[in-house]
């Protein structure tokens, strides 16, 4: 079974309370199909099944790579390094 060997760069991030949208897809004027939270500074983008793929992205520029769900009812993450998904617990 493949685990995330990058658990030591997460902070366990809570999603603010409102959330506008992929931070990267605003600017541009893009569009997203789900959420996702970097849960080592917070950033907020968009799925792989997103045109832009703003949240992977995101983790491998930036190696901040486990990514959080942030869709309602979803409690998993990804790491987009290591392929894995996984559920964060404090």
């Known amino acids: 079974m493949a685990t ?3 658990l030591d760069k997460v902070e366990i991030l809570e999603p603010p309370a409102e959330i506008a949208g992929c931070e990267e897809c605003l600017k541009i004027g893009g569009q997203w199909v789900h959420l996702r939270m970097c849960q080592t500074c917070g950033k907020i983008g968009c799925c792989d099944s997103s045109p832009n793929r703003h949240a992977s992205r995101h983790a491998r520029e930036d190696l901040h790579p486990v990514l959080r769900s942030i869709e309602p ?18």
């Not at 998993?76 to 404090?90: G, N």
């Open 4 to 6: 995330c060997s990058h």
């Open 73 to 90: 009812g979803e409690d998993w993450s990804w790491c987009a390094i290591d392929e894995v998904t996984f559920v964060l617990r404090d």
